[in-house]
Structure formats: C-alpha cells, structure tokens
C-alpha cells in the first residue's frame, strides 16, 4: 500500500510573486505574498491507496 502524504508545506516568496503548489488530489493552492512574507499552507491528503499484485499472489 502507497500512500501520498504532503504535511505542513512552506513556501517563502519574495517581492509580489505568486507561488503555487499543486497537490496530488488535483487541487491547486495559490498563494500571492508581498515584500518577503512566508505562506505557509498545511494539507494532509491521502489519495490513491494502491495494491499492486503480480500473477495471483
């Protein structure tokens, strides 16, 4: 079973620039900061449980 977990991201910007992270569930964050402030966003996603099984085993 893999799962994909992103926690407690940070993404510090400089000077009105946008950042933007995309998540695994397709979602998009955007975040816009001015003059050397720190976004931070926290997302805990669990998506796509996966078993991978190989010749009936």
Do not use: D, L
């Not at 964050?29 to 805990?44: D, E, F, L, P, R």
């Amino acid at each position: 079973i893999s799962t994909t977990t992103i926690t407690a991201a940070t993404i510090s910007t400089t000077s009105n620039t946008t950042a933007t992270m995309s998540t695994n569930n397709n979602t998009t964050a955007t975040i816009s900061t001015t003059n050397n402030t720190t976004a931070t966003i926290s997302t805990t996603t669990i998506t796509a449980a996966t078993i991978s099984t190989t010749s009936n085993t």
